[in-house]
């Protein structure tokens, strides 16, 4: 079973996707330090599980990042587009 399902990911804000990240990559880094020292793993498949769900977490976050970059992108071109636009009026 999935740790995340992705459609909660997406709802999470960023802060707590930021906490969730911290939380899976500390289990995931205790699990790895138990296979290394050869203890016995509970459930081994839990590895891979938190390995996918940190990568679609960080999916994600990259994902937003863009959509703001090029939201604001946008916005400083239609100012500037405009700005161009009432001088050409002018003239």
């Known amino acids: 079973m999935a740790i995340l399902r992705l459609q909660e990911i997406i709802n999470m804000s960023s802060e707590d996707r ?17 296979i290394h020292a050869g203890g016995a793993v509970e459930n081994s498949t839990r590895v891979r599980e938190l390995r996918k769900t940190i ?8 994902e937003v990042k863009l959509n703001l970059r090029a939201t604001v992108k946008e916005a400083t071109s239609d100012k500037k587009s405009k700005v161009k636009d009432s001088k050409e009026k002018q003239d």
């Open 18 to 34: 930021t906490k969730k990240l911290s939380e899976l990559r500390t289990e995931l880094a205790r699990m790895k330090t138990m």
């Open 55 to 62: 990568a679609q977490i960080l999916t994600v976050e990259n």
